[in-house]
């Protein structure tokens, strides 16, 4: 059995107002926010940006696990991209649980069932028809969780499911929307699979219900979860709040997400109970570890929810999310990336690896074989640049080129401790809003997909900090 | 190993450009005919007289066939350059070696470019298959890093930045409104290129240069055979060329308010000419203003302006057709246009006519005898830049 050992959360920058549907196709819209995958970030980015600040270059990782109701490819294993950005090495396998919620706890119970060390990212992209609940109610988002041997930072003690074939909600490969059945309908059998479940793995992990400090409850079935909630016997102040009024309902990542939240202020030796709802129940029991103290991810869950940009327009979310199409730039379209100079240069491409010159130290990005400083020939040694900070050298607003969101923004980036980037910046408050001088961090994108084919890179963003109030106060 | 280069050794004897722009009328290979057949004239020569040639084009035809066909050369040698925005340059460059070298007598270069035959905005080049990693600026994204980079170093202001640009623009195109061969033909007021339409960074389209189609030739013989074609040629100075090793995207040095290689072009250049005060010897400039802040950065970079106050320079009128330094007496980029690879040529071109009294309308009124030439291709940071000089006077 593995513990988890570290964790990550990551809430894309922008949000949607609910209000903002209603005053575009009528109606209330409803209240509150959902959190929205920028145009420019997939279920297979966003997994990525959730497991980088758990794998540094010495981390071991012998498996990744991608689950994701919404894959950017089939027959193509997506989880190898997100391996490829975290530069993990040939031998670590990677393979997608895609399909519905329940592929979450299908890679929760196959991480903590190996005694290998196991990394399990979880993204969800929650998308509906125009003025539908999924669309109003869903989110976007991600997390990470590493599994590993030792205590770690939070031990599986109790495992049980309750499965029930259900036509609650379902959708045919190559629909936009789900399709789901009358909501009262799926209710009572959702909670009734909720107490079982839930039951059942208090029993296996010998917790009775008043020991559990933090309870999670989350499904697509909003109003099913919200009853499971008071149904499940425990003290209503352990609770943790679902965030869907803010960040929307992210599907198979809920859960994830909300459980690195709950890490992100747990205390050694505290009961955290998780159910997840959808095709019956799933539920796991946590023992919080000593190791907490020391592993909590670097941005806080609540700083991610928090720095949320909620000015997005209905229609750019519409055009972003491939259902309103508007009229392209005079220019030719982006270039396909072919397939041989991307394997070629995979190590690049996708993990951000450059080069460094070992007779003057010089680094390069991309990688070169000639050094520009000292001439010096193939005497490169790899030089990561995905986790490093740079600075705004000089910038520019590509109001000519394509972008999937014109205007393109681009910025050469002076990175701390030598090298150079010229970059797409992105998660902008607005395209006028970098300045020479600007700290800015990288992040792993999908610039754009032509031909079917969907061009990964970096980017680079405003530098985020952690806002004060916000937890991780021991790390 | 140095760069002596062939001061006065080769001589231009005829010159011929069409009339750039949209050129919706004439094909890529009209425009060739037209260009070709004005130089031969203007040197009292026949096409059969033309021992060989050099084609510079970006992307309008592949080969030499590309001139040989609609000329009908009579099995020729035609070499077909390309070098970016510098092609034409280039394509001149090899000409005149291979003149002075002694395998040709009479050499012609030709600079030709199609690009209004496609409905895209602005430049479009298709780049070689790759791994989607390279950025996707565009050209005028490009060039205005230079702008933000600029300001913040010698303290100019967004408004004092864009009185500059915009009095760049404004000069060139009212040297362009004298021009009957420019793109653009009238005369644009400050307040109309201050609020143009947004492009890139605080360039709008005002700040770009045109668009545009259109040829350019010159006839290359030894100097000492040029007044046989000629009362008036123009003897080649200097030709300089480097290609830069791509070091300002990659390294931190490079900081974006020059261009390295326009200084080592230009240092060449003058060596090969014995020109050592550029801004007091040379009686007027072509040079590449791609975009406005383009022109200002080169003021700097080839010696007419001291550092940091090029800016300053263009405000007081230094390089106004009435100027201590007219630059770009023929309009530029900026409103005589800029297909690709005829630009090179057609900056010779108006040294060809400046130099020999024949401007009309913008002839400057000058008592030096040196004209230059300057032309680059690539982006800030990663570019080839061609420098020549001409003079009507050979060497003593």
């Given amino acids: 059995m593995a513990s988890i050992i570290g964790y990550g959360s990551y809430v894309p920058y922008w949000r949607l107002q609910r209000k903002a549907i209603g005053g575009a196709l009528g109606g209330r819209g409803g209240s509150g926010t959902r959190a929205v995958a920028s145009y420019d970030e997939d279920t297979t980015s966003m997994a990525v940006e959730a497991a980088r600040p758990i794998i540094g270059p010495e981390t071991t990782v012998d498996s990744v696990i991608f689950a994701t109701t919404a894959p950017a490819y089939l027959d193509k294993t997506n989880a190898n991209a997100i391996h490829a950005a975290l530069a993990l090495p040939a031998s670590t396998f990677a393979s997608d649980a895609i399909g519905s919620v329940r592929s979450t706890a299908a890679a929760f119970r196959a991480a903590a069932a190996n005694s290998e060390s196991t990394l399990v990212a979880i993204a969800d992209q929650r998308i509906g028809l125009p003025n539908s609940a999924d669309e109003r109610d869903g989110g976007d988002g991600a997390a990470a969780f590493l599994f590993g041997p030792g205590d770690g930072i939070a031990e599986i003690i ?126 796991f ?191 | 190993m140095a760069s002596h280069g062939i001061r006065d050794r080769v001589a231009i004897v005829g010159m011929g450009c069409t009339k750039f722009g949209e050129r919706w009328d004439k094909s890529t290979d009209d425009l060739l005919v037209d260009s070709t057949q004005e130089a031969l004239q203007s040197a009292n020569l026949d096409v059969k007289e033309i021992d060989a040639f050099w084609l510079g084009t970006m992307g309008s035809g592949l080969s030499g066939l590309t001139l040989s066909r609609p000329l009908k050369l009579d099995y020729r040698p035609v070499s077909r350059n390309e070098n970016f925005c510098a092609t034409g340059s280039d394509a ?73 640009l915009t009095r760049i623009a404004w000069k060139n195109h009212a040297n362009g409104a004298r021009n009957p061969r420019a793109q653009f033909r009238a005369a644009v007021p400050k307040e109309t290129i201050d609020c143009s339409p947004p492009i890139a960074g605080p360039l709008g389209v005002f700040d770009c240069s045109g668009v545009s189609d259109g040829s350019a030739a010159a006839i290359i013989v030894r100097a000492e055979d040029a007044h046989r074609y000629t009362d008036n040629p123009l003897y080649v100075k200097a030709l300089a060329f480097v290609a830069g090793p791509g070091g300002g995207t990659l390294g931190q040095d490079y900081d974006f308010t020059t261009f390295h290689e326009v200084v080592r072009s230009a240092e060449d250049a003058y060596q090969q000419a014995g020109v050592t005060d550029p801004r007091g010897q040379i009686a007027m400039a072509e040079v590449h203003d791609c975009f406005t802040p383009t022109e200002l950065v080169l003021m700097e970079d080839l010696g007419f302006a001291e550092r940091g106050t090029a800016w300053k320079e263009v405000l007081a009128g230094t390089y106004d057709l009435e100027g201590d330094l007219p630059v770009n007496p023929d309009g530029g980029l900026k409103s005589f246009g800029h297909p690709i690879g005829a630009s090179g040529l057609r900056m010779l071109f108006e040294c060809w006519l400046q130099l020999r009294g024949q401007a009309e309308d913008r002839q400057i009124k000058t008592s030096k005898t040196l004209g230059m030439t300057h032309n680059l291709g690539g982006l800030p940071g990663e570019c080839v830049s061609f420098v020549s000089l001409v003079g009507t006077e050979p060497s003593a």
């Avoid at chain 1, 936009?176 to 059998?189: D, H, K, L």
């Fill in chain 1, 158 to 283: 109790g495992t049980a499911s309750s499965s029930v074939e259900l036509l609650d909600r379902w959708r045919i490969p190559g629909d936009i929307a789900s399709r789901t059945w009358e909501e009262r309908f799926a209710e009572p059998v959702f909670v009734s699979a909720a107490t079982d479940a839930f039951a059942d793995a208090l029993k296996k992990a010998n917790v009775t219900p008043d020991e559990i400090d933090k309870l999670i409850v989350t499904g697509v079935h909003t109003r099913a979860a919200k009853t499971a909630r008071k149904a499940l016997g425990i003290r209503p102040e352990a609770v943790v709040p679902d965030l869907v009024d803010v960040i929307g309902n992210t599907g198979a990542a809920h859960p994830g997400i909300l459980l690195a939240g709950v890490l992100d202020e747990a205390t050694p030796g505290q009961v955290i109970g998780l159910v997840v709802l959808g095709d019956g129940a799933d539920a």
């Fill in chain 1, 285 to 475: 029991v946590l023992r919080v570890r000593e190791g907490i103290t020391s592993a909590r991810q670097p941005l806080p869950l609540a700083t991610q929810v928090a720095a949320g940009n909620d000015t997005l327009r209905y229609a750019d979310f519409l055009t972003w999310r491939g259902q309103l199409r508007r009229e392209p730039p005079r220019r030719p379209d982006p270039d396909t990336p072919m397939a041989p100079p991307a394997l070629r240069s995979t190590r690049w491409k996708f993990g951000l690896v450059g080069s460094r010159c070992t007779s003057c130290d010089e680094r390069f990005a991309p990688p070169q074989r000639v050094c520009l400083n000292c001439g010096a020939v193939d005497e490169m040694a790899e030089q990561p640049f995905a986790g490093a900070k740079g600075v705004v050298r000089t910038f520019t607003v590509d109001r000519l080129s394509y972008s999937p969101s014109p205007p393109l923004v681009a910025a050469v980036i002076d990175i701390e401790g030598g090298g150079r980037l010229e970059f797409e910046v992105t998660d902008l408050v607005g395209p006028e809003s970098v300045a020479v001088g600007d700290e800015v961090e990288l992040t792993f994108r999908r610039l754009y997909t032509v031909d079917g084919v969907h061009n990964y890179f970096w980017k680079a963003r405003p530098q985020r900090t952690v806002t004060a109030g916000s937890g991780g106060e021991d790390s």
């Fill in chain 2, 92 to 164: 001149f460059r090899n000409a005149c070696y291979a003149v002075a070298s002694g395998a040709y007598d009479v050499a012609m270069a030709v600079g030709v470019e199609k690009l209004k035959d496609t409905p895209y905005s602005g430049l479009a080049v298709a780049g070689a298959a790759n791994d989607g990693t390279q950025p996707a600026l565009s050209a005028p994204a490009m060039f205005s890093l230079l702008v933000p980079a600029y300001q913040k170093k010698y303290g100019v202001t967004e408004e004092q930045m864009r009185e500059v």
